[in-house]
């Protein structure tokens, strides 16, 4: 029997978007194509942007459908920072982001980019008067709508208003949050200036049902942002490339069943993971919830296990049927210290020493029996395991 | 499991014999390179995916653990400093005395298995007086020597399937016929933390490249190197000695001084060692029942055994070979053998001469 509570790693097709997905995938023809087929398949991909765009709170056009939250993320910062203004060479990221944010920017400070910092709260969030503080004169800025890892949600109108004020342009990566924090790009923009403010936010199909692969980036109208693609002028010129029809018609079906449970489904998740989390702490007494215990994600339940090895408490859950995560791994597969605890002021052996457990569509009651009857003498085995102490 | 072909096909023979086998794969390097190029054999993510497709020919669950800080203190900057005290450590048996038999031991055994299986070529062998550690079947393959350093403990939790093939050409054909992707990977023979197999380019890189003088053995000056550590003893080529023996005879690297920066060089006859002795030791199985015993010695992995008689003391080991062992350096070690049989092992910190000493 297997458990799975990773969902914030991928989570499970959902069958609207699998109907969907496969109905699209019957239909012949290349959206950019002027025939009849051409016709019938962009009619199907200008049917799910509409859908996605309903969704997002953002204008069709503004839509710019990607391979995923990677590539939704390159190509936001990338653009913003190839149309920066000409005295503008520093980009505001905050401690914690996700790598496809943090790697990025890396790779823009080899172009001159200068990154200014942001730190990180105790509780994993990002302070707004501290992010305004980074932001006058800044090229670009971006943040996170919520923390994918420990699962604490920022305040991203706050985010938004203070890059609006002074004038920066903004990325927001929603990836995590899609599907449990509501997110209306336009709400989010206000009446930020053209290139000011809110101009672009990610978001990936796979976190909320629909199939790896499919992704969007949001693009304000008025937003100055070059290509990172180049090959055809698709999706206003800004990602090249033949549109992926049955992706998006499952991206949209998934948009469109995770907006019709919103409500139901993020309290029966935050039950489930409020469950969880008193009983884990009650099987292990020294184990401790990271991240907002109150703004947080519904599904996440982010545990710091003092004194043991994540690799182990890992593979001793995996043992025993359940599949949880510790963060992020390098392309070998080794469990890396979590960044995001260090940002928090965690210490490296604490960055070592934690799981996160994240819920989703089918997550049921056995799935959190399943864990509290095998955390404890996984805890019991994996510190006496500890990689750092010598014999 | 490395990614090589030892290592896979030991996991199948553990497999078929009815153990319960988890596939690990050591991350031993934070830096690793990215594709596999020449021999070099662990590290790179071509190797990490080499043992999970094994792993999953084998239908076993497959993890990547991280050892490399471990690694980092225990092996790679153990080889440093050994080299910048003048001394030729060999990485290998410090990887396995401190990682693969000893942090993946203790971790293994916590987290609720018996024994960890590897693909080296050695034989356990149960006895009345306990496990004993002997030769493998494969004289040209044959570990023991790395393996020197294991004890009667962690050779209680060791598990080797490969130790009685008689030749590693059956080993590949066993992994092609199982269809093991890897059957004929080149075998690995650098030193895996160093990419391009160049020791010295690295070594120089971390302790620094500083000119030297190169004496003979009555201190005078007969030329000059770029840096002591770059030599090891018995070494004979890249001298460039300016100045000629007085009697023309080739001239070796007798002793490296790190700490003047200076290399010694004389004869041939010079570098014959008639006794080495260390205090750092340990017994592979029961300990011998005699302070003094006749076995074989051997003071490289590929090295031929010499007879020799042993002295044990609170000291340490002494031994005494019956002609002279060659090219000895202070931090190789020297593993004692009676016939097939691994007794144990010392880390050379002395050697005498076996001929009077003259220019």
Known sequence: MRFYLDHAATTPLRPEAREAWLTAADVVGNAASTHGAGQDARRLLEDARETIAEALGCDPIEVVLTSGGTESINTALHGMWASRAVDADAVVLPDGEHHATMDTVTALAASGAVVRPVALTPLGGIEPAAFADALPGAALATALVANNEVGTINEAHALSAAAAAAGVPLHLDAVAALGHVPLSFRDLRSDAAAGAGLVAMSVAGHKIGAPVGVGALVVARTARMAPLLHGGAQQRGLRAGTQDVPGAAAFAAALVAARSEFDVENLRLTGLRDRLIDGIRAAVPSARLLGDPVHRLPGNAHILFPGAVGESLLFLLDVAGVAASTGSACQAGVAEPSHVVLAMGGSDQDARSVLRFTLGRTSTDADVDAVLGAIAEAYARASGARSAGRS | ?359
Request: with cysteine; glycine share 10%.
């Open chain 2, 1 to 359: 499991m490395s990614g090589g072909v030892d290592s896979a096909v030991a996991a199948a023979r553990a497999v078929e014999a009815g153990h319960d086998v988890t596939g690990v794969h050591l991350a031993l390097s934070r830096a690793g390179g990215t594709l596999r190029t020449g021999s070099r054999g662990c590290c790179t993510i071509e190797d990490a995916m080499d043992a999970r497709r094994a792993a999953d020919l084998l239908g076993i669950p497959f993890y990547v653990w991280d050892f490399s800080e471990r690694f980092r203190d225990d092996v790679i900057d153990d080889f440093i400093s050994e080299y910048q005290a003048g001394r030729t450590p060999n990485p290998c048996m410090r990887c396995n005395e401190k990682i693969k038999f000893a942090a993946l031991l203790e971790r293994a055994l916590e987290l609720g298995f018996d024994a960890v299986c590897t693909g080296h070529y050695a034989n356990l062998v149960s006895t009345e007086t306990g496990l004993e550690l002997h030769r493998a079947a494969d004289d040209a393959k044959d570990q023991s020597y790395v393996l020197g350093v294991l004890t009667a403990e962690q050779l209680a939790h060791t598990y080797f399937p490969l130790g009685e093939t008689p030749s590693k050409a059956l080993v590949r054909a066993e992994a092609a016929e199982r269809g093991l992707s890897v059957a004929q990977k080149p075998d690995s023979h650098d030193i895996c933390f160093i990419p391009d197999g160049d020791t010295r380019g690295w070594l120089a890189e971390k302790v620094g490249a500083e000119q030297g003088e190169i004496l003979d053995r009555d201190g005078q000056v007969v030329g000059s190197h770029d840096g002591a550590h770059a030599f090891t003893v018995g070494q004979r080529r890249g001298l460039k000695l300016g100045i000629p023996a007085p009697d023309g005879k080739p001239r070796f690297v007798l002793e490296v001084r790190p700490v003047s920066n200076t290399v010694v060089v004389g004869p041939k006859e010079a570098l014959a060692i008639g006794e080495i002795s260390g205090e750092r030791h340990s017994w592979a199985g029961a300990a011998p029942t005699s302070g003094e015993f006749d076995c074989e010695v051997q003071i490289r992995a590929h090295s031929e055994p010499v007879p020799a008689h042993a002295s044990v003391s609170a000291d340490g080991v002494t031994v005494v070979p019956d002609v002279p062992l060659d090219g000895v350096a202070p931090g190789q070690t020297a593993v004692l053998y009676v016939g097939t049989r691994v007794l144990g092992q010392f880390t050379i910190d002395r050697t005498v001469s076996a001929v009077p000493v003259s220019a």
